[in-house]
């Protein structure tokens, strides 16, 4: 059986990012026995498209919560999964705001992509399901949206984490214990946190009590990007003692007896976003 793999279609969040599209916004595709799309943001079909991905291959959507850096494109995802609506088939599982809405947020489906899945379902903290082969528990976060989910999947190579927008707590760090793989959203770099996210110094301690194999940062937020995220990685990696790499746009990781990444293309790894202002992310 091939190893398990992620295939970042986009690394970016937060709203300056998302704005200009320092990074992309894509989200990240989970192959494992089955293939799932976690937040399909802004662009998330454009860059499937040039990333060589077929959309009607996927059979799962998650949505984290209803943030527009993670849902925009889940609706023709949906789409791309039913092949145009018409094949009832997939699972799409999401926050409460996600699928129902809740008291600030609208749902982001409309009844039309509700009923063209196989499931439709709301997932809160502790909540078990399975999607194939692969189990699935959503996990804690805290954040604006309190409704948001991260998710830890039980696959054939182990357990992969994937945090959402989250501020540290205790509850975030016990729900990723025992990952093997741990994805992050690596919103600020050193010296700048922000309410709701997770900055630097945030993710160096919860990897000292998580200890993953290998810690991928992702989410990445324009102050994050200014900084150096590859400069950011190695800083988080000597202070944890954990692996940690930088997630790019298109970046493939294979998850088997080891976990592969390849190394970002030249120029990756820049501070120089020429087009963009001073804003706050």
Known sequence: MPPVSLK??????????TIYQARSTGGCLLDAGVRIHIDPGPGALLRSRQEGEDPTSTRAVFVTHAHPD?????????????????????????????????????????????DRPEEMFAVR?????????????????????????GFRFVTESGIIGYLADTALTDEVVAAHRGSRLLVLPATRPRRSR????????????????VRP????????????????????????EEQSGVRTVAAFDGMRVAVGDTIESARPPAGTDTADVKDVGDFPE
């Not at 970042?8 to 990012?17: D, E, K, S, V, Y």
């Not at 999964?81 to 809740?102: F, L």
Request: with cysteine.
């Open 8 to 17: 970042f279609l986009g690394t970016g969040g937060g709203r300056f990012t």
């Open 70 to 114: 993670h849902y925009t494109d889940a609706e023709v995802a949906v789409e791309a999964m039913t092949k145009g609506g018409t094949v009832k088939r997939g699972i799409v599982a999401g926050s409460v705001s996600a699928i129902e809405g809740s008291g600030t947020h609208d749902a982001v489906f409309s009844r039309y992509h509700k």
């Open 125 to 149: 903290p502790g909540l078990n399901f399975k999607v194939g082969p692969v189990s699935v528990r959503a996990t804690p976060s805290k954040h604006s949206d309190d409704t948001t989910v």
């Open 194 to 209: 922000i309410d709701w996210h997770l900055c630097a110094e945030d993710i160096v301690t919860l990897l000292k009590l």
């Open 213 to 236: 194999e290998v810690a991928l940062l992702n989410h990445l937020g324009l102050k994050m990007i200014r900084a150096g995220p590859e400069r950011e990685a190695q800083w988080i």
